[in-house]
């Protein structure tokens, strides 16, 4: 009924507003407002102007040629930000030709017409990092996109956000080539065990930094591994089993790495270390059940609570959808980590405002505040709920998607 | 029917106690009131402060006004919501391989396979389940004959509440078939079978005339078949696409067989078929699909559970392991409330209506007098993701205490410190 309510004024408001050939500016009246930044904001507006929050609080003139959103009794929250998504690109994700491919940038797959892309608007996702596959150590350049556009550009927030770097066996597996076969083909590939993995990048890294220092002749590769030292590029490794977190963590050390940890399985075993060494996680999906395959058979130790003791640790945690398309939506990952044990307005920040911190785009997106993006959520209640529906997803100040 | 359950129980009781660090159960009260905060009775109205009276773990009375005898063991559940089991009417879990790879196999039990100590039994204990009809997989065409069991117990044995429980029959093709020669399969099967019936009826009849006595029995190998035909035996038809759905119909229709049909989210096409036929439906787990329309090109999201609800088919909900919410029946449901269903049809969809399609309604599925008292104590809410399964009651007895779940709170709490040198700086 509600739904309908809403639905019926918006269908009588939008002919109005496009009559009148000025339809930037918007008004969002809510029962209330969950900023994230701030305290929730009972009977709120949020003025959107030119796809910009242009101001946002209780007592708030509404201009007369404003088109009006009255969103009754639900309640309004900022567009997810997911900090690794299913990557809206054309083709495979993981480049066969080198397991070091520190240049390639996802950017130049990306396909604004994917599928992935509109369900991930469907489940409130406003702003995504998506990165290239798990089967190179060094794999490349992920870029901060809106799921929305006709071009990539018109995507893209962030180019260059981050460098992936995967520390777990997936970079390996598959590797191994069967005795009876051959290994001098085109397929044959390095590394096949964790030793070299681990070697590959202590020997990258050591040539990144000689590069920097001596300057001989332009190489992509390195340079963009050059730039990733002097923390111009986030380093994002994805990482499962307690025992690689702390390698890695010895490795950025020893190159003065400022790193963020993706997946993290097993983070809560080394909750105390992450926290100290300021280095912020990216939580995947969970599994309960460990899958039969050996890319899965690592980070087998799972703990429900992994969210909530690596965030009472002190540790920002965002938490993301993961890279596979069955994975849970946001909002029900947040939803189960406070069921598990992650305080509330935790949940909420990571799936907001943390990882928007953490991709480095917290200037445009990731709460409700003066001056950013207008990635809006309208809900039909308190977010944390299963029963709980999107019933409309704003992008930029325009409406994106709305619940039949 | 009720000797071969008290058989299970008495068993399970022996078990029980043989195996008493495990199975750690609460001893069976002969009166038990149970005074609770809220009670959902699925078969009416929600009862607030009310109680419920339970005999020999039978449930003798519920409602507010209830006189609570003098010597029945009183369980508060002043801050609870106590309502029925969940039940779960088709899964292939718990077994240690779901499809046998002969197509043709309807003599095979699941009883035969499962494994009490899957830990797919524990946690669905955990979570509020009850009872569950354990069949074969999908991926072959008659699989064989289900098992009814309660997730407790520490052998088949004793976790049984009915065997031979429903038939499977899938309409997948097996790997390496077509569609067409899976469907002539099935009916070649059906044809011989009826054939070897005859050939049977006329040699009995031939034995009486020539007043012979005639002691060939039926082969048992054909038997759960035969019990098809005869309506001694429900047929769970798995429906792999909507093309399926009506040579599920057909195969009902021709021989009248009792049917429940078990769709994938595909299925959904034909749901104007289905809601015409009036069977059962069991959802596939997965209740979200997204789906490219092929005019406008737009990526379309279809609830399943709301496309079958609005067409007034009547189904229960299953659970499965791909994803995280998924494996919980109340989160299942509580996708459905999410996208507009009624809160009570929501709920009826994971206990009164699959303990009606397996068979077990007259004990479990609601909460009144003359039903079991199989009853999940829980904090909150059902459809609330911060609710959690205090405790479960079998039959009048605690099977189930959170407080006492050890291996729950491994997966919750914070594990020791391991200090390595390293951490110390």
Redesign the interface.
Known sequence: MKGCAILLTFLLLVPVSAARGQADVTAIKAGKILTISGDPIADGVILIKNGKIADIGTEIEIPEDASVMDAGQNVVMPGLVDARAVPPVRGDLNEQSSEMTPALRISSALDPQSKALKRLVQTGVTTLLISPGPRNVIGGLGVVVKPTGKIPQEMVVKDDAALTIVMDLDSAYGNLVPWYRSPNNFYYRRPTTRMAIIWMLRKSFFDARQYATSKQEQDAALGILSSALEDEIPIHVNVRRAINIRTILKIADQYGLQLILDECTEGYKVADKLARKNVPVVLGPFYYYPRSSGQMREGRKVNWNNAGLLASAGVKVALASGERPESIDLLTAATFAVRHGMQRDEALKAVTITPAEILRVADKVGSLEKGKDADILILSGDPLNVTTRIEKVILNGKTVYTAD | MKSRSSIAFVSMLLTSFVLSPLAHAAPVRKKLAIKAGRIITIAGADIKNGVILTEDGMIKAVGTDVEIPWDAFVIEAKDQVVMPGFVLAHTSSGLDRANENVPEVPFLSTFDSIDPISTFFEDSLRDGVVAMLVLPGNDTLLGGTGTVVKPHGRTVEAMLIERDTGLKISLRPTRNTSRMGHMQRFRRYMSDLKEYLEEYEQRKADAKEEKKPFDEEIDPRKQPMIDLLNQRLTAFVYCDRAADVPKAIDIQKTDKLNTVLVLSPDCYKAVGLVAKSKLPVILDPELIV?E?NEETN??E?KIIPMIFHQAGVKFALQTD?????R?YLW?QA??A???GMKRTEALKSITLYPAQFIGVDDRLGSIEAGKEATVIFLTGDP????TWVDQVMIAGQIVYEREKDERLKK?????E??P?P??TD
């Open positions: 997204w490219t737009e990526e999201m392991t791909s994803q995280y919410g494996r989160y509580a996708t409330v999410k996208h459809f609330d993701a911060q997966l919750l709490e914070e594990p410190a391991i390595t390293e951490d």
